[in-house]
């Protein structure tokens, strides 16, 4: 199974490409996109898509994992974010895929058993998890790698119809 992880955001978009076989996950690519503060909204969301589009056609994943909206104190980011995430459905809806959302503390849950772990507990379990490049320490990289690792977690060997 092949999955790939998003952990949305308009300024830095964690993409994790995760592949599942022999009982064992193997990250194929991961990245932290950018894009400039700038660039008008739009255009940003249409560089989002193009990159997440690019992603789905190289790796022809068949889930989609992201990251349910975490709402916090600042509705103006909150809504952006939100886009990005529509954008990223939109990809995956585009490209066949199975969709798969899981929130915060449910990724949490699943990379390092507590619903309430820090951000360095998470690193320390996804580095522990899968093989990564060292020098990778983006936070949405690795949350995107969680995601993915949530997803294979949740959806075992199930094949998407």
Known sequence: MRILGIDPGYE???IAVLEKKGGKERV???ACFKTSPKLEFPERLNL???EIG????KYKPEVLAIET???NTNQKTA???AEVRGVALNEAVKGGLRVFEASPPQIKTATTGYGRANKEQMKKM?????NIETGRESDDELDAIA???TALAHLGNIRPT
């Open 12 to 14: 830095r978009l964690g």
């Open 28 to 30: 194929l690519f991961s």
């Open 48 to 50: 989002i898509s193009e």
């Open 54 to 57: 690019g992603m789905v056609k």
């Open 69 to 71: 909206l975490f709402l």
């Open 79 to 81: 809504m952006r974010v």
């Open 126 to 130: 996804v580095k522990m998890l899968v």
């Open 147 to 149: 995601v993915a690792l």
